[in-house]
C-alpha cells in the first residue's frame, strides 16, 4: 500500500496499532497462527480502514507438504530477476559471484560462533583477546595473515613507502571509516600497514575491522550490485582470511 498525504502507510499501520498472534484453536498444529491487526477508526484512511480489526490465518505448519512441494520446486532465479530488473543481459553471473556468497557464509559463521551474534569492533577485539589467550601465537598461520595484509596494501598504496597522509591511503580509508567515532579504527589499521609489520594481533584485528566494514558496505547498499563482479579478488581474499582465522580459532 502506497503512503499518501493523511493516511497511514502500511509500515505506520504495523507500528503504531496493535498486532496480535494467538493459536487459532488449542488443536490446531503449532504452527498454525492468526494474525489481529487493529487500528483505531479516527486515525485510518479509507483504505487502512479495510484492515482494521482484520484476521489473517498464517498457516506455517511445516508438514504442510503442498506448500512445501510449491516452494522446494520453485524455479525462481533471484540473478535471473535482478539482471532483468536492470535490464543487465546477464551481468550477474553464479560463477562470478560464488566468493562473494562464500564471504556471506563465512561472516555468518564468524559473527555466530565468536561474535555471539552482534559483530561490533568492541565484539571483535574481544573475539581476538580471547583468542590469543588460549592459543600461542607460533601456531597462527602467519603466512595467510600476512598474504591478505599485503593484498589490502597494495590496494591502499601506490608505492612502497607507506604513510598515513598518503591521498590514496586517505582516500580508501575514508571510505572504509566514514564517522568520526571510527577514527580509533582507522588508527589500528594504518598501524597494520606500517613496516616493519606490528605483532600478529594486531594484524589480525586490523583485517578483521577491514572484513567488517567489507560486510557493512554490501549489506547496507554501499556496495553496487553491479560492481560485484569487478571486486572478486577482495572477496577472495577476505574469505582465505576469515577461514584461516576461523580454523586457528577453533579450538579456543
Known sequence: MAKQKGGLAMRGLWRRHSCQIKPVSPQVRPFQLR?????????????????????????????DSQAQNYFMNSHFDAINWINEYFQWNDHLKYDEL???LGFCLLWNLFEDQQCNRNAKPIAISKCIDHAFI???????????????????RRRCFSNEELSAT????????NAF????????????????????SPELKIIIYALLLLTWR??????????????????????NAINIFLAAFLGDIKRC
Open 35 to 63: 494474525l489481529t491487526i487493529s487500528a483505531p477508526a479516527q486515525n485510518c484512511s479509507s483504505h487502512s480502514l479495510q484492515l482494521a480489526q482484520t484476521s489473517f490465518n498464517l498457516n506455517l505448519d511445516s508438514d
Open 98 to 100: 560464488k566468493p562473494v
Open 166 to 173: 598518503d591521498k590514496k591511503t586517505d582516500e580508501l580509508l
Open 177 to 196: 571509516f566514514q564517522n568520526g567515532k571510527d577514527q580509533d579504527l582507522r588508527k589500528i589499521v594504518i598501524q597494520a600497514f606500517a613496516r616493519p
Open 134 to 152: 588460549n592459543i600461542p601465537s607460533s601456531e597462527f598461520q602467519h603466512e595467510q595473515y600476512k598474504d591478505c595484509l599485503e593484498f589490502f
Open 214 to 235: 567489507v560486510r557493512c558496505n554490501l549489506f547496507h547498499g554501499e556496495k553496487e550490485l553491479y560492481n560485484l563482479p569487478r571486486q572478486v579478488d577482495l572477496f
